[in-house]
């Protein structure tokens, strides 16, 4: 069943969403994300975005971000060499602090913040123990954060630490097979994982105690060929994973309107939850940050459509009765 505390941290959250609209239609529901949390300038770009049109978003942090060239020493992951990272390190204090700011003013604005991870590995084959560690590595080094860089921490980081980070989503969404993933996370204090991938939009389906998200595949492109609902899978589409700027106002569009097919599909539906997902990094150009921005200006401020967390919307979803008792694709 879901954690009572979702009921109490959304009404203590600084934007309620309402559960039903007008007429007994429930609001459409959208669901940003992003993955790595890391770029100082992102953050606040999209803490910006965030603010100005009412919206919350879920930021997944790896937590390497916060260790700097010295500390990465100490850091192994499961089945990894001694200071080694998918995604590397933060490259200095200032670095750092400046990072934990942004999470901790994230966090006040009524942003979720959940885990990553560390080092950005593919945890396919992982077992229960190996997460455990992984786990346990990114809180050891969220509690330390504030005074590895010498700085007073907030009142309130702790708590935030130890109960207020709800969720994981799994490096390159590959979640380990069986029970192993979903074991350690409900071990670790998590009661949501945002590691699927559907068919299209749907609902979560609850496993183990363990409220399940997958990003959608939706329509893109002249042939409208399905692709899941993130930027780096765009990038490879558009561009084979290659920097394109000559193309980006293009890639923007055919992002953009990928995008809204999907929310425009739900919108005038049954109104499942969109869930999109992106990364700290501008790929093409900022293509995809730009579609983002569209659509969030076009239609978060509308009286029947909450951008909201995903601690947010499940209290949201459980109120409908919704939870869905169904197969999903496990992450690609």
């Not at 492109?221 to 394109?244: A, C, Q, W």
């Not at 700290?280 to 293509?287: C, K, L, S």
Request: charged share 25%; net charge neutral.
């Amino acid at each position: 069943m879901f954690r009572s505390f979702f009921k109490a941290s959304l009404a203590l959250s600084l934007f309620v969403p309402s559960v039903a609209s007008a007429g007994d239609q429930p609001k459409q529901l959208v669901i940003i994300s992003f993955d790595g949390a890391h770029d100082n300038a992102l953050w606040q770009k999209s803490r910006e975005m965030a603010a100005k049109n009412g919206a919350h978003f879920t930021y997944f942090l790896s937590c390497t971000f916060l260790m700097n060239q010295a500390a990465k020493k100490a850091y192994q992951a499961p089945h990894q060499k001694m200071g080694k990272s998918n995604v590397g390190f933060a490259q200095s204090d200032d670095e750092i602090r400046e990072r934990l700011g942004n999470i901790w003013h994230a966090h006040l604005e009524g942003h979720d913040i959940s885990s990553h991870a560390c080092g950005h590995f593919d945890g396919r084959q992982w077992s229960e123990v190996d997460w455990r560690r992984e786990f346990a590595t990114f809180h050891a080094t969220l509690r330390n954060a504030w005074k590895s860089v010498d700085l007073e921490e907030p009142k309130g980081w702790q708590d935030l630490v130890n109960h207020g980070i709800h969720g994981f989503r799994a490096p390159y969404l590959s979640a380990t097979p069986g029970a192993d993933m979903i074991a350690a996370e409900k071990k670790a204090g998590f009661t949501y994982d945002a590691s699927l991938v559907t068919k299209g939009p749907a609902m979560p389906v609850e496993e183990a105690g363990i409220v399940r998200f997958g990003l959608p595949l939706i329509p893109e492109g002249p042939r409208e060929k399905p692709i899941i609902g993130m930027d780096y899978n765009l990038f490879v589409r558009h561009s084979n994973g290659t920097e394109d700027k000559a193309d980006s106002k293009a890639f923007e569009d055919r992002s953009y309107a990928a995008f809204k097919e999907a929310f425009d599909k739900q919108y005038t539906g049954n109104r499942i939850p969109l869930q999109l997902g992106f990364h700290f990094v501008e790929m093409n150009g900022g293509a995809y940050w730009r579609a983002l921005d569209r659509l969030v200006s076009d239609v978060c401020h509308r009286p029947d459509v909450s951008c909201v967390s995903y601690s947010e919307a499940i209290p949201i979803i459980e109120a409908r009765g919704k939870l869905q008792e169904q197969t999903q694709t496990s992450g690609l």
